[in-house]
């Protein structure tokens, strides 16, 4: 196996890694908060996440969070919940994920089985150090329906389409949020008290369901 280690991300990809290990590690890990590990077709990512990670994912998932509440949708946050599809060598234990469109159908469930249980519709995904393994095939094939990446200076998002992602301006599950918005929001939470920008978030909401009465 060859290793690639970076710090202070601490992030490691191993190739040649079968779904057995997989598996074990997960296991070896099981309930420890601190490491994630993402496996497609016999590469292995293994992060332990910074600080400087772990601001801008819990930024963004607080924004969706705040977003659904005004708009009057139900949701259900799975966090960095492991999801595996081993008929396809594939699992990822994603920065954030929600359930929005389909958040009724997995409300009751305690175990998500991506064989019979829908995806999550919306991932968060942030990615400000290389190399990284390319998650957006591994999230193709599961049948994500939408990304959104942050890359240390940007919020992208990304919208499935047949087979691949293409880049959009727009997020489709929290219209109408835009790239634009979201990185906005989320440089704003760096400078700014919780509260305060909780706040004006809040009122953007109020002002954005406003205008499409």
């Known amino acids: 196996m060859a290793a690639v280690l970076h710090l202070p991300e601490q992030k490691v990809i191993l190739k040649g890694v079968s779904w057995d290990t997989y598996e074990r590690l997960l296991a ?11 496996y497609d077709s016999g590469i292995l990512e293994i992060l332990v996440p910074s600080a400087r990670h772990e601001k801008p994912n819990r930024i963004l998932a607080s924004l969706v969070e705040v ?27 994603p920065d954030s994920c929600f359930y929005i469109q389909h958040a009724d159908t997995i409300r009751e469930s305690e175990e998500i089985d991506l064989t019979v249980d829908p995806p999550p519709d919306l991932v968060i995904e942030i990615d400000i150090t290389s190399p990284s ?67 004006a978030v809040r009122a953007w909401a109020r002002e954005q369901r406003t205008l499409s009465d």
Not at 28 to 38: A, D, I, Y
């Open 133 to 199: 393994l390319d998650k957006l095939p591994l999230y193709s094939a599961i049948g994500v329906p939408e990304v959104w990446r942050y890359d240390g200076t940007h919020v992208t998002m990304h919208r499935l389409a047949g087979e691949c992602y293409v880049e959009v301006t727009h997020s489709v599950v929290l219209p109408p949020l835009t790239t634009e918005h979201a990185t906005r929001f989320l440089e704003e939470r760096k400078q700014v008290p919780s509260t305060v920008w909780l706040r």
């Open 28 to 38: 070896e890990h099981e309930g420890e908060s601190g490491t994630r590990f993402t």
């Open 67 to 93: 977003l659904a509440e005004e708009m009057g949708l139900n949701i259900e946050s799975l966090g960095s919940t492991t999801l595996k599809r081993p008929d396809l060598l594939k699992g990822f234990e």
